[in-house]
């Protein structure tokens, strides 16, 4: 069982706008950055989104985070075929004194 | 180019311990603190251990923690995990990342290398 929640899949046709939810608490989400990885299938993770909504250099702008009180979203807009990944949402805890994940979302693009 | 590469991975036995190794270049090692985070097969991610970039402040998941241990080697551009008393849960892909904060306090994990695969099994 992850510290944080998230939906374990997501879908949507080429084109559209997908959001991925992530629920934590006071301890995580609350009170820390929320971050955003992508892992393409059979490769490493790779950050997509740092400090709730700041893009790495390369990331498209197609890709955006927000965070609001306990939980926190990101959006992909312009659906792309190789948008086709696992996400994983992820925030400081400060009551376990480290960094926790959710369990993943399965994005299928149609 | 930031490079992380894993090595020291293998079939162990239960209870037995290894020791991975992650040679880093591309960047100044001893500015960044360093992460081990794994997975398990066909699950998510799990965060291990962290520790500053001069070696003061060092963290472990609860899951791991009395068992590993983490530690640099600044002049070596390394990062290694010890793993002892090792379980059939500790069997992952075990990725070495960087930290995105230059110095201070964790900022997320913004390289990853590849992984070494870890098997616990008798």
């Known amino acids: 069982q992850s510290v944080l929640t998230q939906p374990p899949s997501a879908s949507g046709t080429p084109g559209q706008r997908v959001t991925i939810s992530c629920s934590g608490s006071s301890s995580n989400i609350g009170n820390n950055y929320v971050y955003w990885y992508q892992q393409l299938p059979g490769t490493a993770p790779k950050l997509l989104i740092y400090?709730?909504?700041q893009r790495p250099s390369g990331v498209p702008d197609r890709f955006s985070g927000s965070k609001s009180g306990t939980s926190a979203s990101l959006a992909i807009s312009g659906l792309r075929s190789e948008d086709e990944a696992d996400y994983y949402c992820a925030a400081w805890d400060d009551s376990l004194s480290g960094w926790v994940f959710g369990g993943g979302t399965k994005l299928t693009v149609l | 180019e930031v490079q992380l590469v894993e090595s020291g991975g293998g079939l162990i036995q239960p209870g037995r311990s290894l020791r991975l190794s992650c040679a880093a270049s591309g960047f100044t090692f001893g500015d960044y603190a360093m992460h081990w985070v794994r997975q398990a097969p066909g699950k998510g991610l799990e965060w291990v251990s962290g520790i500053s970039w001069n070696s003061g402040s060092v963290g472990y998941a609860d899951s791991v923690k009395g068992r590993f241990t983490i530690s640099r080697d600044n002049g070596k551009n390394s990062l290694y995990l010890q793993m002892n008393s090792l379980r059939a849960e500790d069997m992952a892909l075990y990725y070495c990342?960087?930290?995105?904060?230059?110095?201070?306090?964790?900022?997320?994990?913004?390289?990853w290398g590849q992984g070494t695969l870890v098997t616990v099994s008798s």
């Open positions: 990342t960087k930290d995105i904060a230059y110095g201070g306090n964790s900022d997320g994990f913004d390289h």
């Open positions: 400090r709730n909504n």
